[in-house]
């Protein structure tokens, strides 16, 4: 019955809704299988403090003392690959949930290349919303996405962080200004005491968000901290 009603939801959205092909704009899903075909996973990994590119993603030897995030890897480059920015933004503006089945074959083809970008991580974590924004959107990409990479790499996802007041968009903000706007934002919920933990969020720009979170869970005792995201910034 369920299904019968899903498929009917489903059809009058076709013909409310089509959706095109982000790429070709074929008609019928957002991205059709030759255009998926064509997309190149670039997994760059580099320093989460100066963004210059280091093997495994850890941190340069400048940086070997700056931040509290010990990895980062993401799949896309913003600005290099437009099919990136394209499902994050159909993902998160125009709150279309159903383009995660796009984006979760995307990383789950990612996780079979390569995981070693997983480190030692022992549980998945997504960077929470706050909770207007979550009631605006009706859900929290950073928790799809850390859903989606726990499944296809088998390592459970906890939520262990809550974001406490409303922060202003970070994307009109210099770097000094986002750190000093998500500072004290985050609060660690669970026990975090010895864990090696792999922090989830669709995008990281300058990484203050991340590093934030990291130092909170750093400071509740987590052992480790690596970072993951769908894209990041140039
Ligand atoms: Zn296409
Ligand atoms: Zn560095």
């Not at 075909?37 to 997994?43: C, D, F, L, N």
Request: charge should be neutral.
């Amino acid at each position: 019955m369920h299904n019968l009603v899903s498929q009917i939801t489903q059809a009058v959205k076709d013909v409310l809704f089509p959706v095109f092909c982000l790429l070709c704009e074929d008609e019928g899903v957002w991205l059709c299988n030759a255009c998926l075909a064509s997309v190149e996973i670039v997994r760059t990994q580099y320093c989460p403090v100066c963004h210059r590119e280091t093997k495994g993603g850890i941190r340069c030897s400048i940086c070997a003392h700056a931040g509290f995030l010990d990895t980062h890897t993401a799949l896309f480059v913003y600005g290099r690959q437009y099919i990136a920015e394209k499902l994050l933004h159909v993902l998160k503006y125009e709150y279309a949930e159903d383009v995660m089945q796009v984006i979760s074959v995307i990383v789950q083809h990612a996780c079979k290349e390569s995981p070693s970008w997983l480190g030692s991580a022992g549980v998945i974590m997504p960077v929470p919303l706050h909770k207007k924004r979550f009631a605006e959107r009706g859900f929290n990409q950073a928790t799809l996405l850390a859903r989606v990479l726990s499944e296809s790499v088998d390592i459970p996802m906890v939520y262990g962080l809550k974001r406490g007041k409303a922060t202003e968009q970070q994307a009109t903000l210099s770097k000094q200004e986002r750190m000093a706007n998500v500072r004290g934002v985050f609060e660690v919920t669970q026990d975090v005491e010895g864990l090696n933990i792999l922090l989830v969020d669709d995008v990281y720009t300058t990484g203050s968000t991340m590093q934030e979170c990291a130092r909170v869970l750093r400071v509740a005792g987590a052992k480790s901290v690596m970072g993951w995201s769908f894209a990041r910034g140039e």
